[in-house]
């Protein structure tokens, strides 16, 4: 064609030009721009799964970490324990998707499918592309911490199927583990390739179309009036294919009148439904068979047309039903197509099927929901809750994504080979029997057996508690061995009141959280007996206190009884000035052993029956060095010191071995002056008889202010019901 021919051409097309370019515009914007978007959309959703997953794994981690630092683990045992979790988490579909871990120094430690790499140096494993994955992990984890690496690897299902993979590590700096998990994308491919040969085809079909309407423009300028019939035929064939091309697409479509009447709609919108074009042409859109089914979604859809009839685009999710009445979801749009006098024409309805991307949606959601969750039993087990509080916690979480009526824990008794029923929660007519003997019943069997049951197997089972389970209407229910370190410590039961609704996927989850529930109960186990060791060691301590009393008194006759009898009495007097019972503890130990100074006193001293000389006193006065020195260096009795080394401190200053004076004096050895007085007063010595107690009364009063603390005085006689200052007393 020459120069002039082609500026003729193009000016006899002119009208279309505009056409080819927005027509190039958008197929260029789509393979371009919106598939890239959209594939890196789809590629970070399966990033921000891999990394929640990774972030949940290194809880994991860290829980027996926490266990290692306050010695209830080894940090052997607590790596031993966390691989063996690893490598029982599963996730995905078919459970298929699994963790991994390395260390710094490229051995691999954990890695449930391919068995073969453990325990071995993987630091130049490669895939098909060359890439030295291993080392890919330990350099990012090393210089960012965490990140994503995109390789190939042979698929679970598939071994011989190599497949593209994208993983994110993170470094567990405290163990230098590197630990991580990788998602396949060959869907994401797949699904990118699909939408952009089907762009491409369609932007190839619709230019050819423009292409033979500019050729059928030029060719009908060109010929003559005779030539008329065949362009209109080439136009009927324009028409035809672009008809084609809107019975074919895979979207919903349909043209309406200004009031929402049907006036065209494609082929796919009428297969959908079963019907023919002529049976709904001309209703109310939203009379139509799409919508029948849903009063709410036919009101939207009638919303949507009045607000597209004013002009505007509207866009909403809705529900659209088959000829069967299945329901799908469909992204609604309702465009308005305006006339030369700016009114609304036309409106063209276009629905979209995105229930296959709402149910990745919900599935991810869900997902991460049953990672929460864990999530959140892991920090109370961290936290020492009880195995109440997080059967409890389970119970309240669990009834978010699933729908379980009741959940019972049952604790297992190796000594008596029992079950008794700790918790249950829900709804309930009835109580479960509260003990049931292991192999007996539903439970009894689920224990023995340490395996997960169902009410399959429990059809062979009968007793009091599949009574419990027919009277309460339970049509489904499990059981789930709680076995921890090999021990089976309890059972997990989960009823519901529907046929058939605990499905595999279910079980496989509640499996998971019964381990969770296995650990709390382990950990429960383990603090009951340190604590009861705790309380034992600590009686055993105060046995031998008291033997050390015993020891002193019977050497000193004298003194017999007297320890028991002043300790009862301080601690009585203590209590009723509001010491708090942790100092109880204490000022009870230091009024036992008060005087075990003295069994560094020498017998000629000690048992001598007649007065003491001035040297022997002074020999007397340093039993309170002597206890200071014998129990200083016991750090379980440093709190206990106050009493053996200060009772006879005087308030003013006269008294040994120190001297203290006023508040100088620690308050328990204030206390115990005054009871120790009185007791040695009121009862007999081998070199005087006891004194009346009214004697002692008035004996002590004229102390108050030298001796003895005078508000001491006062709660001394309130303990004792007698009016302070006591009456004068008359030795006659």
């Given amino acids: 064609m020459s120069k002039f021919g082609l500026i003729k051409f193009l000016k006899r097309i002119r009208s279309l030009l505009p056409t080819f370019a927005l027509l190039i515009f958008f197929g260029v914007g789509i393979l371009f721009f919106i598939l890239p978007y959209y594939e890196d959309a789809l590629l970070n959703t399966k990033k921000e799964l891999s990394h ?32 063996g979790r690893i490598r029982a988490l599963r996730y995905g579909v078919g459970n298929n998707d699994y963790f991994w871990i390395n260390d710094l120094d490229y051995i691999m430690l954990v890695h449930p499918h391919r068995p073969d790499l453990e325990d071995t140096n993987v630091q130049y494993l490669q895939d098909i592309n060359g890439v030295f994955l291993i080392q890919e992990f330990v350099n990012l984890a090393q210089t960012q911490g965490s990140g994503y690496v995109p390789y190939h690897w042979q698929r679970v299902d598939d071994p ?8 994110y590590v993170r470094l567990y700096e405290p163990w230098g583990w590197v630990i991580g998990t990788g998602l396949y994308l060959d869907d994401v491919f797949a699904e990118i390739h699909s939408i952009r040969q089907k762009t491409i085809g369609i932007f190839l079909a619709l230019l050819s179309g423009l292409s033979a309407w500019a050729a059928f423009m030029y060719i009908s300028k060109e010929r003559s009036d005779a030539r008329l019939l065949t362009a209109e035929n080439l136009l009927e064939s324009s028409e035809a294919q672009l008809n084609s091309l809107f019975n074919s697409s895979f979207s919903f ?47 939207q859809i009638k919303a949507g047309i009045q607000q597209c009839g004013t002009g505007q685009l509207v866009r909403f999710e809705s529900y659209n039903y088959d000829q069967y009445q299945g329901k799908i979801i469909v992204d609604c749009s309702i465009k308005p197509v305006f006339g030369r006098d700016g009114q609304v024409n036309y409106m063209i309805v276009e629905g979209r099927d995105i229930q296959d991307r ?39 979480q669990l009834k978010k994504i699933y729908s379980l009526d009741t959940l019972a824990l049952w604790r297992y008794e190796s000594g008596d080979q029992k079950l008794f029923n700790m918790v249950v929660h829900g709804s309930l007519k009835t109580q479960p029997t509260p003990m049931i003997c292991l192999g007996e019943s539903f439970v009894g069997m689920v224990a023995l057996e340490r395996r997960v049951m169902t009410a399959q197997d429990a059809k062979r089972l009968s007793n009091n508690h599949l009574d419990f389970i027919e ?49 709390a109960f382990d950990n429960a186990t383990l603090v009951n007996n340190l604590q009861r060791s705790n309380l034992e060691l600590r009686n055993a301590y105060d046995r031998t206190l ?26 009585k007097l203590a209590r009723s000035m509001g010491v708090e019972e942790d100092k109880i503890v204490h000022l009870r130990r230091g009024a036992i052993l008060h005087d075990i100074g003295k069994m560094g006193i020498p017998d000629e001293i000690l048992l001598k029956k007649g007065q003491l000389t001035e040297d022997e006193w002074i020999v007397m006065r340093d039993h309170p060095l002597f206890a200071f020195n014998l ?96 009456p004068s007393y008359n030795e006659e």
């Fill in 52 to 83: 929640e997953l990774v972030n949940s794994a290194i809880s994991l981690l860290e829980n027996y970490q926490s266990r290692v630092e306050i010695g209830e683990l080894t940090l052997e045992e607590a790596q031993s324990r966390a691989k």
């Fill in 160 to 167: 011989s199927l190599i497949s593209p993979k994208i993983s």
């Fill in 253 to 299: 479509i349909g043209l309406l009148d200004s009031k929402g009447h049907l006036l065209n709609s494609n082929q796919t919108s009428l297969n959908f439904v079963g019907k023919q074009l002529a049976d709904v042409r001309g209703k109310l859109f939203w009379d139509t068979d799409w919508w029948t089914g849903d009063p709410q979604t036919q009101a």
């Fill in 358 to 396: 709402y149910n990745a949606e919900q599935k991810n959601k869900h997902q991460l929901t049953q990672l929460d969750i864990l999530h959140q039993i892991d920090n109370a087990i961290n936290l020492r809750k009880s195995v109440e509080e997080i059967a409890l916690l389970c119970f309240t």
């Fill in 471 to 519: 009277q309460e209407e339970f049509l489904d229910f499990v059981g789930f061995p709680l076995i921890s370190h090999g021990e089976i410590q309890g059972v997990m039961e989960v009823f519901n009141r529907r046929a058939d609704s605990l499905d595999e996927e279910m079980r496989n989850y509640l499996y998971v959280v019964a381990g969770q529930l296995a650990i």
């Fill in 546 to 571: 008291e033997g050390w009393a015993k020891a002193l008194e019977l050497r000193d006759k004298e003194t017999e009884d007297h320890s028991e009898r002043v300790t009862e009495l301080t601690i």
């Fill in 631 to 726: 129990l200083s260096p016991i750090p379980y009795l440093q709190p206990a010191l106050d009493i053996p080394y200060c009772h006879h401190e005087w308030w003013n200053g006269s008294g040994y071995p120190r001297g203290l004076k006023g508040e100088q004096i620690p308050f328990a050895a204030r206390i115990f002056a005054v009871i120790d007085v009185w007791d040695a007063l009121t009862h007999d010595r081998p070199y005087r008889s006891a004194w009346p107690e009214a004697k002692v009364l008035n004996y002590i009063a004229s102390l108050n202010g030298l001796q003895f603390d005078p508000y001491v005085v006062e709660c001394f006689f309130d303990v004792l019901d007698t009016p302070y200052p006591p």
